[in-house]
């Protein structure tokens, strides 16, 4: 039986790690915090990778439950997903080093114990590497992982994959990939599958399972830079075809990497923040326009943090928990943000309102109104988990908001401005064309007119040369 203990201050801060939500509750394991030695494994290590933070959503309560058997040695920058009961793991960072892994251990969602299912080996699997993306697919019956891309040392690493592409591009000593592999969870073993248009070599991107043999991905660092596109897969036995959803909207976001993404439906993929960025846009997979929404920048100033969906039973509606991550300052942070959502006529959802998970026994409370107004001055969190080091931070997201607003509009006001400029340019040089046309056509006419003329000319000639043998014999 797993030792529980409740954790009225919630968990430790923390950034590279997941989160997912089962059954009304959030699980969170792993990432780089307070305390992790620097070391491929310790006594200390062991004691913070064997328990798993749990918060009962409702409640808003925090529980540390004890796990058993032994944990991942990536216990940062790996990457998750939930199927069947249980959470599996794959890869990470040791935090030493160039220390990287390719293990794949589940975590059993009934009795928290870890079991290995592949250990880290030079002889299979994917290359040892941390920042990659895992989702689960089931195929023909069949229930499988699969691994995408990724950053690993070029030393001491398995031989690379034959189609994939490795890019050193800007990196000392690691290698950047588009590798692509599955497991299968019923034979146990690693595949190949032929991935057509994998796109470039990435890593701290995002990708989410779609259904059971589709996937979505977006963002990344690439060698060509910070990617802003999105990437939907389409997985068979044998392979993964690529297509690049080329956004219909005139406004899209910026390249993201180290952000965090959710679907928050079967149409909508949610971005929130990520490194130099502090937005929050939702994509339309099928309309596929991209639109922006204003949040506190206490939600979107942060990167190496995660998203979950939790979608609640009795009509209560969708909302996204954002937890931890760095804010501007590099500081960890802790506290749980939610983001409630609604979804209107047309298949658009927006925001309703935004705040903090209560860390008290009361029940959950939203922290703000309908979002736009202002946040009580009441809303405050726990000392110990203050995002920023300033005592005001718990007030200063509505000026922040509002500062947020006010550039938003002087931004569409310059572009609409420019755009006017540009309309009246565009105007003045197709009436300088118009006239050009105009005058041309004029210099053909006279051009044709005396064409002719010369043609007159030359035909009275011909008639005169004509007649001149018959005035001479005459």
């Given at each position: 039986?797993?030792?529980?203990?409740?954790?009225?201050?919630?968990?430790?801060?923390?950034?590279?790690?997941?989160?997912?939500?089962?059954?009304?509750?959030?699980?969170?394991?792993?990432?780089?915090?307070?305390?992790?030695?620097?070391?491929?494994?310790?006594?200390?290590?062991?004691?913070?990778?064997?328990?798993?933070?749990?918060?009962?959503?409702?409640?808003?309560?925090?529980?540390?439950?004890?796990?058993?058997?032994?944990?991942?040695?990536?216990?940062?920058?790996?990457?998750?997903?939930?199927?069947?009961?249980?959470?599996?793991?794959?890869?990470?960072?040791?935090?030493?080093?160039?220390?990287?892994?390719?293990?794949?251990?589940?975590?059993?969602?009934v009795?928290?114990k870890?079991?290995?299912?592949?250990?880290t080996?030079?002889?299979?699997g994917?290359?040892?590497?941390?920042?990659?993306?895992?989702?689960?697919?089931?195929?023909?019956?069949?229930?499988?992982?699969?691994?995408v891309?990724?950053?690993?040392?070029?030393?001491?690493?398995?031989p690379?994959?034959?189609?994939?592409?490795?890019?050193?591009?800007?990196?000392?000593?690691?290698?950047?990939?588009?590798?692509?592999?599955?497991?299968?969870?019923s034979?146990?073993?690693?595949?190949?599958?032929?991935?057509?248009s994998?796109?470039?070599?990435?890593?701290?991107?995002?990708?989410?399972?779609?259904?059971?043999?589709?996937?979505?991905?977006?963002?990344?660092n690439?060698?060509?830079?910070?990617?802003?596109?999105?990437?939907?897969?389409?997985?068979t036995?044998?392979?993964?075809t690529?297509?690049?959803?080329?956004?219909?909207?005139?406004?899209?976001?910026?390249?993201?990497?180290?952000?965090?993404?959710?679907?928050?439906?079967?149409?909508?993929?949610?971005?929130?923040?990520?490194?130099?960025?502090?937005?929050?846009?939702?994509?339309?997979l099928?309309?596929?326009?991209?639109?922006?929404?204003?949040?506190?920048?206490?939600?979107?100033?942060r990167?190496?943090?995660?998203?979950?969906?939790?979608?609640?039973?009795?009509?209560?509606?969708?909302?996204?928990?954002?937890?931890?991550g760095?804010?501007?300052?590099?500081?960890?942070?802790?506290?749980?943000?939610?983001?409630?959502?609604?979804?209107?006529?047309?298949?658009?959802?927006?925001?309703?309102?935004?705040?903090?998970?209560?860390?008290?026994?009361?029940?959950?409370?939203?922290?703000?109104?309908?979002?736009?107004?202002?946040?009580?001055?009441?809303?405050?969190?726990?000392?110990?988990?203050?995002?920023?080091?300033?005592?005001?931070?718990?007030?200063s997201?509505?000026?922040?908001?509002?500062?947020?607003?006010?550039?938003?509009?002087?931004?569409?006001?310059?572009?609409?401005?420019?755009?006017?400029?540009?309309?009246?340019?565009?105007?003045?040089?197709?009436?300088i064309?118009?006239?050009?046309?105009?005058?041309?056509?004029?210099?053909?006419?006279?051009?044709?007119?005396?064409?002719?003329?010369?043609?007159?000319?030359?035909?009275?000639?011909?008639?005169?040369?004509?007649?001149?043998?018959?005035?001479?014999?005459?």
């Open positions: 039986m797993e030792e529980t203990r409740v954790n009225a201050a919630g968990p430790t801060p923390r950034y590279y790690h997941n989160t997912h939500i089962v059954n009304d509750k959030l699980y969170l394991w792993g990432g780089d915090q307070p305390g992790l030695p620097q070391l491929h494994n310790s006594p200390e290590k062991l004691k913070l990778s064997s328990v798993v933070d749990v918060i009962q959503l409702p409640t808003g309560e925090w529980e540390t439950v004890a796990t058993t058997g032994n944990p991942p040695l990536g216990i940062r920058g790996y990457a998750s997903t939930v199927m069947n009961q249980q959470i599996l793991f794959f890869g990470g960072s040791c935090n030493h080093d160039d220390c990287r892994h390719n293990s794949l251990f589940s975590l059993s969602l009795d928290f870890w079991t290995k299912l592949s250990p080996s030079m002889l299979q994917p290359m040892l590497k941390a920042y990659c993306g895992m989702a689960g697919l089931r195929i023909n019956g069949e229930d499988y992982l699969l691994v891309g990724g950053v690993g040392p070029m030393a001491n690493n398995r690379y994959q034959t189609e994939a592409e490795y890019s050193d591009k800007g990196l000392q000593g690691f290698v950047r990939t588009n590798e692509h592999h599955y497991y299968k969870l034979t146990g073993k690693w595949v190949s599958p032929s991935a057509i994998p796109g470039q070599p990435r890593y701290l991107f995002t990708m989410s399972s779609l259904n059971d043999n589709t996937v979505i991905l977006f963002g990344g690439t060698p060509n830079g910070i990617s802003n596109t999105v990437y939907v897969g389409t997985c036995e044998s392979s993964i690529w297509q690049k959803l080329v956004p219909e909207s005139i406004e899209v976001p910026l390249g993201h990497y180290g952000h965090a993404s959710v679907l928050i439906n079967e149409e909508e993929l949610m971005i929130v923040g990520g490194v130099g960025t502090s937005d929050c846009w939702i994509f339309n099928y309309t596929r326009w991209w639109k922006q929404i204003l949040l506190p920048k206490t939600v979107t100033g990167y190496d943090h995660s998203l979950s969906i939790w979608k609640q039973g009795g009509g209560k509606g969708v909302s996204v928990i954002v937890f931890g760095l804010n501007k300052d590099y500081l960890p942070l802790s506290y749980p943000e939610i983001i409630e959502l609604e979804r209107f006529s047309g298949n658009h959802s927006q925001v309703k309102r935004v705040g903090a998970l209560s860390l008290s026994e009361q029940p959950l409370m939203m922290i703000g109104s309908e979002y736009g107004q202002p946040i009580p001055q009441s809303y405050s969190r726990s000392p110990s988990h203050t995002p920023y080091p300033s005592p005001q931070s718990s007030s997201s509505v000026p922040q908001l509002l500062h947020q607003l006010e550039v938003e509009k002087e931004r569409h006001r310059k572009e609409s401005s420019e755009l006017a400029e540009a309309n009246d340019q565009l105007r003045e040089e197709l009436a064309i118009s006239q050009q046309k105009k005058l041309l056509g004029i210099k053909l006419e006279h051009m044709a007119d005396e064409n002719q003329h010369n043609k007159r000319e030359l035909n009275e000639k011909d008639e005169i040369d004509k007649q001149r043998p018959l005035e001479l014999k005459e």
